[in-house]
């Protein structure tokens, strides 16, 4: 069947399974566009700007696990994928993106709208491709789709021609199959290995296991869960490993990391093995390299082999599918209770566990905090999916909400890119539509990319966006108030009247500036029927707790200052311990003086400013 | 850190040099020379890259290269026993008085000259970097107008196959994997 490459583009994506893309036209795709008329099984959604395509695309893979797609034009349209692809890359998500590309006889001459795509992404991309004949597109975009979902997945750009969109070459499918004689999607780990590991695990007394999102990307929560339970493991997770195991299990410690729970961070200080399964010892969560997990000895799943040894020596490397190592070493290890490590967890929970969130009196104050953990309360009951930007709110949300499943928290983690959780948002909806799908995204990160607001609107979904708006770039401003001496350089900012831009883009706009508040304001967006932006106006300078400061050793955490009664993170009423030992101890908190967050009087507790911090 | 000679069989596609080079400077690797070649199989080429790095650090350099899609196989060759072998051309200048000496060292170099003018000879000489580094040392003297090196290339010795895979490594926590100082240390 003789077919125009356009053609063939739409044939292979419907053949993918593909029922949405995200894009966006422009001349040197839009022969691609003109084809599109004819598969009206694929969906697509204009975005209005191509980053928001990325991030659809992105958003879309990590809620459905199937790959996301991005359509752009040249030029202009192919850079502003950049840092969608960039994001999706850091994360390992699944998209793939097709970007048209000038006419192959002017590549080189710096012909209209022409940018070296596969330049440009090179570096950002799992792989792409430059196809410049109709004939090589069905194989480009066969292999696309195999490379971004298969072993570690990762993006794929495909740069395509507009003449070789025009041209007309035979489509078989069949005959496209990929071949990559040099691609390894996996590998196998030697069965020494695995009995190396299972005595590391059977000898270990403190044995804790660092879940990431590999467990997400290869869905073994059940089976980490039951090496867990066998062995008397304690579990904690990345940033990106929330929900692969429920908030609620007994054996979840909580976050680790630079905002992760102090007691989590201790754990890992102390262990005398750390079982890393799918997670990449990123700088935010080691903190000090040379200081980091000093007594315990490491194992080390990961698919991929270059994650080894990369910032964190190990004992023992197991390279593979978590799935299959994980079924693999569970024979070989013995049951195992480890009370005492238990109770000295336990022991130190208690004391950093040191407040209710639900005891707090309210002084009239709306802390983010309290948002997010109203929100969770809420919302527990519903499927939900919370999509959340970059910044304190990101940070709160991790300590405050409770995800129960895999794939309900989508975050940018590794890039941590701003102005990714509206769009991403608007992807999960269409991987999901049945489920809620809340975005929770800083003042500051959502006039990034505020403007899919309309593209919500025109395709009639339903986000709930909960702008945490504490009039600055909170993050930002938090660093300048521990390091560089409160100097707010560039961090205050102001922003549209968020209801009435919500409203301009005829959608609902609701403001909550007390806790008394949140309640109602949560129940009216629920209950609307389209998209809800709720501006929460919440304390301006609050900070996040606990903090290890970059390139601090882990246990080095600014915590927060005692007379301030924000809790330091992640405690409530329906945290349980295994063990009757284990319950957090409750203290009663005192119940003024919430205005002012850090007073300086509490600086000696803080390191002095670093010279060159990372962000 | 020492210099490691790795060698790679890459599909011969179109970036496929620049997917190399680009993997060697995004992750901080620093190149001492890289080198390639057709090979005997139609549509792959061979590739030599001198690198300087620590064995840990080696082995995440193999894993990296295995990562690109288009890299076919990847061999440490720095602790097998292998031939390496550069090509060098050195342009030197000589006098009715130096003529002589600087023959007598392509003599001892077991070079060749191959042009000759009043003022110069040029001389290719072959073997290890090494060999040719010294050979440029004996020659400055003399005052070296053009110098042009092509990198080394080798190949294992004896029947043993090449790897095929990634080091599916269980490494020592020994301090050749400097966290931050071993001049690869990834910003990831
Ligand atoms: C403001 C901010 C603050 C942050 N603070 C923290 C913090 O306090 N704590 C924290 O944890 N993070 C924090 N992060 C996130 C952090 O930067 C990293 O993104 C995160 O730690 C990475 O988590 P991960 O290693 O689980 O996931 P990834 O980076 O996705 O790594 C997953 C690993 O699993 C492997 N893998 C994938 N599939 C499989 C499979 N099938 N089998 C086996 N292995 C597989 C991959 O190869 C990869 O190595 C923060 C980010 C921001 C923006
Ligand atoms: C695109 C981008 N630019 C800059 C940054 C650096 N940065 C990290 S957090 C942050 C502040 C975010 O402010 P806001 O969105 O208001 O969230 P808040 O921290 O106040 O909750 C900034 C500027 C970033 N992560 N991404
Ligand atoms: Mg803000």
């Not at chain 1, 194989?139 to 490379?147: C, G, H, K, V």
């Not at chain 1, 599918?321 to 079924?327: G, H, K, N, S």
């Not at chain 2, 107008?145 to 004896?158: D, K, L, Q």
Request: proline content about 5%; some cysteine; overall charge neutral.
């Amino acid at each position: 069947m003789k077919l125009t490459g356009a053609e063939i583009i739409w044939e292979c994506l419907q053949k993918e399974g593909v029922d949405v893309v995200f894009g966006y036209p422009g001349g040197a795709i839009l022969p691609t566009y003109d084809a599109m008329t004819k598969y009206p099984k694929i969906h697509h959604v204009l975005v209005r700007h191509e980053q928001g395509a990325t991030h659809m695309a992105d958003g879309y893979a990590r809620a459905s696990g199937k790959v996301g797609v991005a359509i752009a034009t040249s030029g202009p349209g192919a850079t502003n994928m950049v840092t969608g692809i960039a994001t999706a890359m850091m994360d390992s998500s699944p998209i793939v993106c097709i970007t048209g590309q000038v006419g192959s006889k002017a590549i080189g001459t710096d012909a209209f709208q022409e940018t070296d795509v596969t330049g440009v992404t090179l570096p950002i991309t799992k792989h792409n491709y430059l196809v410049t004949k109709p004939g090589e597109i069905a194989r480009a975009i066969r292999e696309a789709f195999y490379i971004a979902k298969s072993g570690r997945p990762g993006p794929v750009l495909v740069d395509i021609t507009k003449d070789a969109q025009q041209m007309t070459a035979e489509f078989d499918w069949e005959g496209a199959a990929p071949r990559l004689p040099g691609y390894r999607p996996s590998y196998h780990a030697p069965m020494s290995e695995y009995a190396r590991a299972a005595d590391l695990i059977n000898s270990a007394k403190r044995p804790l296991i660092l879940a990431g999102q590999g467990i997400l990307k290869s869905g073994t929560t059940a089976e980490v869960l039951a090496l867990a339970k066998k062995a008397g493991i304690p579990i904690t997770t990345t940033l990106l490993g929330i929900g692969v195991i429920p908030a609620s299990s007994p054996l979840n410690l909580g976050m680790m990391g630079m905002h992760g729970e102090a007691w989590v961070n201790q754990a890992i200080q102390q262990a005398d093995l750390l079982i890393a399964l799918g997670m990449r010892f990123d700088d935010r969560v080691t903190g000090n390299l040379k200081t980091y997990a000093l007594n315990a000895k490491k194992i080390h799943v990961d698919i991929d082999p270059t994650e080894i040894n990369k910032n964190v020596p190990v004992d023992v490397a197991l390279i593979g599918d978590l799935r299959e190592v994980l079924a693999l070493v569970e024979p070989q290890v013995k049951k195992a209770t480890h009370s005492d490590w238990w109770t000295s967890i336990n022991a130190q929970r208690g004391d950093a566990a040191v407040r209710d969130i639900q005891a707090l009196p309210d002084s009239g104050h709306l802390y983010a905090a309290h948002v997010i953990n109203d929100l969770w309360r809420l919302t527990q009951k519903r499927d939900t999916i919370v999509v959340t930007d970059v910044g304190q709110h990101q940070m709160w949300e991790a300590q405050y909400y409770r995800h129960e499943k895999p794939r309900s928290l989508i975050t940018s983690g590794g890039l941590g890119t701003m102005g990714f959780a509206l769009p991403a948002a608007i992807g999960a909806k269409f991987a999901c539509p049945d489920k809620d799908v809340w975005v929770v995204v800083g003042d500051g990160g959502f006039q990034m990319t505020s403007c899919e607001l309309a593209t919500a609107e025109q395709e009639g979904i339903k986000v709930n966006v909960a702008i945490i708006n504490n009039s600055f770039l909170g993050m930002v401003r938090q660093w300048q108030e521990f390091f560089y001496d409160k100097r707010y350089a560039a961090t205050p900012m102001t922003g549209p009247d968020f209801v009435k831009l919500a409203e301009a883009y005829r959608l609902k706009g609701l403001r909550c500036n007390t806790r008394a508040d949140v309640k109602s304001t949560v129940e009216k967006t629920l209950a609307a029927k389209g998209t809800v932006v709720i501006d929460f106006v919440v304390e301006k300078e609050d900070s996040v707790f606990p903090m290890v400061p970059a390139g601090a050793d882990l246990d080095k955490m600014i915590r927060r200052p005692k007379q301030d009664v924000m809790l330091e993170s992640g405690s409530d009423k329906d945290w349980e311990m295994p063990s009757a030992s284990a319950a957090p101890v409750k203290k009663s908190a005192p119940a003024r003086g919430r205005g002012k967050t850090l007073p300086t009087t509490k600086k000696a507790t803080r390191p002095a400013p670093r010279k060159s911090p990372r962000r | 850190m020492a210099k490691h000679t790795l060698i790679a069989y890459v599909e011969d596609v179109p970036g496929v040099l620049n997917r190399i080079s680009s993997l060697f400077r995004r992750r901080n690797f620093n190149i001492d020379s890289l080198t390639v070649g057709r090979t005997e199989q139609a549509g792959v080429s061979r590739l030599t890259v001198v690198v300087e790095a620590t064995d840990a650090g080696a082995r995440i350099v193999e894993a990296n290269l295995y990562k690109l899609v288009n890299v076919l196989r990847v061999d440490d060759l720095t602790h097998k026993s292998a031939l390496m072998r550069e090509l060098g051309l050195v342009k030197v200048k000589v006098t009715p008085q130096t003529r002589a000496q600087v023959l007598q060292l392509v003599e001892v170099f077991r070079a060749r000259v191959v042009d000759v003018d009043e003022e110069t000879l040029v001389i290719e000489v072959t073997g290890t970097p090494e060999k040719i580094g010294k050979f440029e040392l004996v020659l400055r003297p003399y005052g070296i107008v053009e110098i042009v090196r092509t990198g080394a290339v080798a190949m294992a010795r004896g029947s043993a196959l090449l790897s095929s895979a990634p080091p599916l490594v269980r490494t020592d926590t020994s301090a050749d994997h400097g966290n931050d100082d071993s001049g690869l240390s990834m910003s990831v």
